[in-house]
């Protein structure tokens, strides 16, 4: 590491900087305050940590929604914890980021802050491996207990639950479930249980180190589950089917989530921890042991949010032969990839015309045939790259272009669009693909979107907010993979939208 001095700024600013005059990269961070149940993480917190996973911890006094903070590794990724803590420096407030790509130059990360007594689950893949790690599809994590950390991602058809244990010493074998290692899992999903009840949306159940047990519903429904041993203690999964929580899944719905982590040591004794802390779900005391939801914790469904950080410079020479949108400062966007998909980044940008948008795919052969314009079904059969934007709330524009620059414009959902403005171009590293497939090493989609093409009467300011989701269709000879940022598959509504804020860090 290079030589640093330090740098305090104003209110939740702080930075170090290099001794000598070059500045290192910085690692923006984008705080998103999400009021749940009345609850104003920003309000309820008098300081503020920052805590990078493997690295530094940063302890801030206030609080601005944006930060810039901190070395930058020269390579590999991080993930970002931030806490609030009130007067008597209790934890009241958490958010967590997804992994961040910590090469080249500045780098942000988007955290959604709530009170420690929410969570968010968060969009996750269409396709889930449940024998590798939830958090290896790029989902931030959820909550933490003590030090328990769990995940919530969902799909169209699962809620998803993981958490990671820190345990070295393992108990012996319990015949009975409430006598071993693990969670409990209670469920509430349309959060409607009485006190000291379960009724037609619940679901609780032992998610253990070596066992696995339902106490509700009856009649044992089918929940995928699978428990693994790793470094220093274990890791548990479950993917609960969305049937069995009331069947609605949509951004920004809300459920019950209470979690019970039961240690047991080697005389048989059980330490029980709870979250949220303030959650009883056993007033009377069983034996065994009963789970309640009411008094849990409240888990709303998230979206993902995307950062496009605003340039400054001329870009008029964007679309010449190997220019890239990170030369000129623009940060990569993580897509979530399916198993076996090629390498993909995309950078994503804007100024005061519109919004830029380049796409470097590794794909190793490109296939796309000439078609007719408006011909959206044979265009995905090709290679395609295809764009939905939803400005400010507006219907949802989709462009679907294939490798070989045909095009078809309409609206999510239905409806015409026809973009006047919009300036696009593929480059190859071999020929072009032309009725064929041919080997190739990658390609590069570029676009330029005038605001008025989005419907925009002057242009947005920073902190506007786009509708968004970008797929990309592999079909290389008969093999028919996606690439996108909304993961649970291409977008079918405006709320499956990624948001792709624009932000302004200069």
């Known amino acids: 590491m290079r030589a640093m001095c330090w740098r305090s700024g104003w209110w939740f600013a702080l930075a170090l900087v290099a001794c000598a005059s070059e500045a290192p990269p910085r690692l923006y961070l984008d705080l998103l305050p999400l009021t749940v149940d009345g609850r104003d993480p920003v309000a309820e917190s008098h300081s503020f940590a920052v805590v990078v996973e493997g690295g530094k911890s940063y302890d801030l006094g206030g609080f601005e929604r944006t930060v810039a903070f901190g070395e930058i590794a020269t390579g590999g990724e991080a993930r970002l914890q931030v806490f609030g803590r009130d007067l008597a420096g209790e934890r009241v407030a958490w958010g967590f980021s997804e992994p961040v790509p910590l090469a080249g130059g500045d780098r942000q990360a988007v955290v959604g802050f709530t009170s420690d007594a929410a969570a968010l689950a968060h969009a996750g893949p269409a396709l889930v491996d449940p024998q590798a790690s939830l958090l290896a599809t790029g989902v931030p994590r959820s909550l933490g207990l003590d030090e328990v950390s769990a ?44 006190a000291k009840s379960w009724d037609g949306n619940d679901v609780v159940f032992f998610l253990g180190r070596d066992a696995f047990a339902i106490q509700w519903p009856a009649g044992q429904p089918n929940i995928l589950h699978r428990a693994r041993e790793q470094t220093g203690g274990y890791a548990a999964f479950a993917a609960v089917p969305w049937s069995l929580l009331g069947g609605v899944v949509e951004a920004g719905r809300e459920l019950r989530l209470g979690l019970e982590w039961r240690d047991a040591d080697d005389s048989g004794a059980v330490q029980a921890r709870r979250w949220p802390r303030s959650w009883n779900p056993d007033p009377d005391g069983h034996d065994p042991p009963v789970h309640y939801p009411d008094g849990s914790g409240t888990v709303r469904l998230r979206t993902r949010t995307l950062d496009a950080r605003r340039i400054r410079g001329p870009v008029d020479d964007f679309f010449a032969p190997g220019r890239r949108l990170s030369d000129v400062g623009a940060q990569p966007l993580s897509l979530r990839l399916e198993p076996g998909a090629d390498a993909v980044e995309v950078y994503a940008t804007w100024d005061g015309s519109g919004l830029l948008l380049l796409v470097e795919s590794q794909d190793r052969v490109v296939c796309a045939q000439r078609r007719s314009a408006g011909d959206r079904d044979n265009l995905l059969r090709d290679d395609a790259v295809e764009l939905v934007l939803a400005p400010g709330g507006g219907p949802p524009r989709r462009a679907l272009i294939n490798l070989s620059g045909d095009t078809a414009f309409d609206q999510l959902g239905g409806g015409a669009w026809n973009p006047v403005g919009m300036y696009f171009g593929f480059e190859f590293s071999g020929p072009a693909p032309d009725n064929d497939c041919r080997e190739a090493a990658g390609y590069l989609f570029k676009a330029r979107l005038p605001w008025t093409d989005l419907g925009f009467v002057t242009p947005p300011e920073s902190g506007a907010v786009l509708g968004l989701d970008l797929n990309l269709y592999d079909n290389d000879r008969g093999a028919h993979l996606r690439s996108s940022f909304c993961p649970l598959g291409p977008a079918q509504l405006s709320g499956e939208l990624a948001e792709l804020r624009l932000v302004d860090f200069w």
Do not use: C, I, M, T
């Open 151 to 194: 995940s919530l991602a969902f799909n169209r058809a699962f809620l998803f639950v993981e958490v990671e244990v820190p345990d070295g010493s393992r108990a012996p074998f319990a015949s009975e479930w409430w006598k071993g290692d693990g969670l409990v899992v209670v469920l509430d999903g349309l959060r409607d249980s009485a």
